[in-house]
C-alpha cells in the first residue's frame, strides 16, 4: 500500500488528541523518574515504557473494539515513544560536572547557575523550594533545544520520508515488534470475529521464550546469591555488552588480534534474522576483511603485544593506532552513509525544494505529511534557531557549522543504517571528531569546552539519532494504513510536551530526592567525564594525523554506495560494510561500536537464508519474522518487569 493509497480521513478527533497530550505527559514524567530511582546493576525500564503502553492499548482495544483500532494504538505507541524524550537526566549529570571541575568558570549558563551553592543543593536534595529563576536561563535553553532539534528531525523526515517509504521501502527491522502485535491483534479482527491469526500466534510463541531466557539474568540481578546460568555477570562477559565473552577468556582465539569479543546471546543470533539478506552478507565479508587486515598489521609489526592485551586495551589499540585507526575509518564510513546519500539524491532533493518554492501540488499535499515548503521552511527556521542558541552557550560560527553538519549527517545515517538493521546510534568517541576541527591549534578555552560537550553525543547527537525512530514511526503508520499527516501530528506531540515538562519535573525530582540519594548514581562514566578536560582530546578519533583514515572510509562507502546504487547485482552493501565494523547490541537496538565479529552475521545469514530457500518468503514472512518479534518484545517485557522489581524495591 503506498501512501496515496492510504486512507485521508483523519482519526486525530479533538478528543483523541487530548488523549495524546494525556498519555506524553504521563510518560515525560515517568521516564525521568524511572531513569533516577532505578539502581545501575539493574535494568532500566525507561526505554520499554512506549511497549506497555502499547500492550495496555491493545487490551482496551479488544475490550472495546467498537471505539479503539489499530490504527489508535500505533499513535498511541508513536506518542509514548517520542515522549521519552533524550536523556534529560544525563543532561544534568553533565551541568554537576561541569560546575564541579577545575574550568567552571569556562562553561556557560547551558551548563547551570555559576553558584556551586545550586549545583550542591541538587546533590543533597530535600528541598522544597525550587529556585525556579535561578535555573530559568540554564532549564529555557535547554527546552528550546529540545524542541528545535525536534522539529528539525521531523521536518527532515518529511522531506526524505517518500524516498524511503515509498520507493526504497526501507524495513526497519525492529519496527516489526510494533506492527506485528498491532496488525495480528488488531480490534478490526475481533469486531469481523476472524480466527487468530497465524502471525499473532508465532508472535505469541516468541514472547516465552524471549521473556524466560532474559529472566535467567534479570533474576540474578534482582537476587545475587543465585547461580548465574548465562555467566553473564561473571568477570568473563562484558558488562556493557551483555552476553558477549571478552577475549580475554578465550585464549585460542587471543591470536586473531582484531577480536575483541566473541558474542553468545540468543537474542543476538535471532534478532538479526530479520536484517536482510545482502546487508548481513556484506557485514560478515567486511568483518572478516578487517580481521585479516589486523592479522596481517600484526605480522608486518604493528600492534606489538596486543595477543598478551585484554579487551577493552585492544579495543582502543586497534581503534586509535595505525594503520587501522578503526576508530577515524570507521566514523568515515559511517559518515558517508548519510554524506554520499545526499550526494545521490541530490536530484530528489532538488524537486522538493523546487516544489517548495513553486507551491504544493495536490499529489503533494494529499500524500506527505506536512508540504515540502513547510518542511524546508521549518529547516530554515531551526537553523537560525540553532546559531542563536550555540552563540548564547559561547560557541563561535565555524564549530557551529561543525556541530550541525556532524550531527545532520549522523542522523541521516543512523537513520539508514536503522532501516536495514537493528543499530540505531554511534558511541560517544566519535561525536567529538568534527567539531575538534575547529580547535585544531588551540588550548582549552571556554568556547572550546563548551563547543566539544554541546556538540557529542549526550547533548546534540541523541537528538539527531531521533531521526532513526521517526522514520520507523513512519513506516510502523505505512504498515498501519495511517496517514503521514497524523503519525507526524502524534510524534510532534510527544516531542513537544517532553521537551518542555520534562526539565521541570527533573529538576523538582533531584531538588526533592539528591543525586547523593539516588540509586542510579551518575549515568556517566569517568571514562567519558575525563577525557573532556584533555587538551585538544588527541586520543580521538585515533592518533594524530587520523585524516587519511577518514578519508579512506568516507571513499569506501562512496564507492560501494554508487556501485549499490548502479549495479543491481552489485552484492557489497555500504549499510552492511558499516556493521561488519561491528556494534554494541542492546535490546531492540544497539550502538555502532567497532567490536569487530563476523559471528552474528554471519550465522543469521545462513538462518534467514535457509528459511527462505526452503520455506520461500511466506515462511519467512508469516513464521520466522514474527516469531523473532514475539522473542525481542518478550525480552523487552521481561527486562522492563524486572527494572520496575527494582524501583520498587528501591521506594519500599
Not at 470475529?193 to 531466557?213: E, T, V, W
Not at 515548503?373 to 546559531?387: E, K, P, Y
Not at 513537544?496 to 531538588?511: A, D, E, G
Not at 561488519?580 to 543469521?604: E, M, N, R, T, W
Amino acid at each position: 500500500m503506498t501512501s496515496s493509497e492510504v486512507k485521508e480521513k483523519s482519526i486525530l478527533t479533538r478528543r483523541f488528541i487530548l488523549t495524546l497530550i494525556i498519555i506524553a505527559t504521563i510518560v515525560a514524567i515517568l521516564a525521568p523518574m524511572t531513569t533516577y530511582l532505578c539502581p545501575r546493576w539493574a535494568p532500566s525500564p525507561t526505554g520499554e515504557i512506549p511497549l506497555a503502553i502499547m500492550f495496555i492499548a491493545l487490551i482496551i482495544g479488544n475490550l472495546f473494539p467498537e471505539r479503539v483500532s489499530s490504527k489508535h494504538i500505533a499513535l498511541i505507541s508513536a506518542t509514548s515513544a517520542m515522549a521519552l524524550g533524550y536523556g534529560v537526566p544525563g543532561k544534568f549529570d553533565l551541568m554537576i560536572i561541569a560546575r564541579t571541575s577545575v574550568f567552571s568558570g569556562f562553561y556557560s549558563l547551558t551548563f547551570g547557575p555559576y553558584d556551586i551553592k545550586y549545583i550542591n543543593d541538587l546533590m543533597i536534595g530535600r528541598i522544597a523550594k525550587v529556585p525556579w529563576g535561578v535555573w530559568l536561563p540554564t532549564l529555557s535553553w535547554w527546552a528550546m533545544y529540545s524542541i528545535t532539534w525536534s522539529l528539525l528531525v521531523l521536518a527532515l523526515m518529511s522531506i526524505v520520508r517518500h524516498r524511503w517509504m515509498d520507493i526504497e521501502m526501507l524495513p526497519y527491522p525492529v519496527g516489526y515488534a510494533w506492527s506485528v502485535p498491532i496488525i495480528a491483534a488488531s480490534p478490526e479482527r475481533r469486531v469481523k470475529g476472524l480466527p487468530i491469526d497465524r502471525r499473532l500466534a508465532m508472535y505469541l510463541a516468541g514472547l516465552a521464550p524471549g521473556f524466560f531466557y532474559s529472566l535467567l539474568l534479570v533474576m540474578k540481578l534482582l537476587i545475587p546469591w543465585l547461580p548465574d546460568i548465562l555467566g553473564w555477570t561473571t568477570g568473563n562477559f562484558i558488562g556493557w555488552y551483555k552476553g558477549a565473552i571478552k577475549i580475554d577468556a578465550l585464549p585460542n582465539l587471543k591470536k586473531v588480534v582484531g577480536l575483541v569479543a566473541v558474542p553468545t546471546n540468543i537474542v543476538e543470533y535471532l534478532a538479526f534474522t530479520l536484517v536482510p539478506l545482502d546487508v548481513l552478507l556484506s557485514a560478515w565479508v567486511t568483518s572478516m576483511i578487517l580481521l585479516l587486515a589486523a592479522q596481517i598489521s600484526y605480522l608486518r609489526g604493528y600492534y606489538s603485544g596486543i595477543e598478551k592485551l585484554g579487551h577493552w586495551d585492544r579495543f582502543m589499540m586497534l581503534g586509535q593506532m595505525g594503520p587501522l585507526k578503526l576508530f577515524a575509518l570507521s566514523y568515515g564510513i559511517y559518515l558517508g552513509i548519510g554524506l554520499f546519500w545526499l550526494i545521490l539524491n541530490a536530484r530528489y532533493l532538488g524537486r522538493t525544494l523546487m516544489n517548495a518554492i513553486r507551491g504544493p501540488t495536490r499529489e503533494e499535499v494529499k500524500r506527505e505529511a506536512i508540504t515540502y515548503r513547510t518542511a524546508w521552511f521549518t529547516i530554515l527556521i531551526c537553523l537560525i534557531n540553532l546559531f542563536i542558541l550555540y552563540h548564547a552557550s559561547g560557541i563561535g560560527l565555524f564549530a557551529t557549522v561543525l556541530i550541525i553538519l556532524q550531527a545532520t549527517l549522523l542522523g541521516l545515517s543512523i537513520a539508514r543504517v536503522y532501516g536495514l538493521s537493528l543499530i540505531n546510534g554511534i558511541d560517544w568517541e566519535y561525536t567529538y571528531t568534527l567539531p575538534l576541527l575547529a580547535f585544531y591549534n588551540e588550548e582549552i578555552s571556554a568556547e572550546y569546552l563548551n563547543a566539544i560537550i554541546i556538540g557529542q553525543r549526550d547533548c546534540t547527537c541523541g537528538y539527531a539519532y531521533n531521526l532513526a525512530d521517526v522514520a520507523m514511526w513512519f513506516k510502523i503508520a505505512r504498515d498501519t494504513g495511517i496517514s503521514p499527516r497524523d503519525v507526524f501530528v502524534a510524534l510532534l506531540i510527544g516531542a513537544i510536551v517532553s521537551s518542555i515538562i520534562q526539565w521541570f519535573v527533573t529538576l523538582k525530582f533531584v531538588y526533592s530526592i539528591g543525586y547523593s540519594a539516588m540509586p542510579r548514581g551518575f549515568g556517566l562514566g569517568p571514562q567519558i567525564t575525563g577525557s573532556w578536560t584533555a587538551p585538544k582530546l588527541l586520543q580521538y578519533p585515533g592518533q594524530r594525523p587520523w585524516w587519511p583514515q577518514l578519508l579512506v572510509g568516507l571513499t569506501i562507502t562512496g564507492v560501494l554506495s554508487y556501485l549499490r546504487t548502479r549495479f543491481v547485482w552489485w552484492p557489497i552493501d555500504p549499510v552492511g560494510a558499516a556493521l561488519g565494523f561491528g556494534y554494541h547490541f542492546g535490546v531492540k537496538s544497539g550502538a555502532f561500536l567497532d567490536v569487530i565479529q563476523p559471528f552474528v552475521p554471519f550465522i543469521a545469514w545462513i538462518i534467514k537464508y535457509l528459511v527462505i530457500k526452503m520455506g520461500g518468503a511466506r515462511v519467512h514472512d508469516n513464521i520466522l519474522v514474527p516469531f523473532v518479534a514475539g522473542v525481542l518484545s518478550g525480552t523487552a517485557i521481561c527486562l522492563f518487569a524486572g527494572g520496575i522489581v527494582a524501583v520498587i524495591r528501591v521506594l519500599l
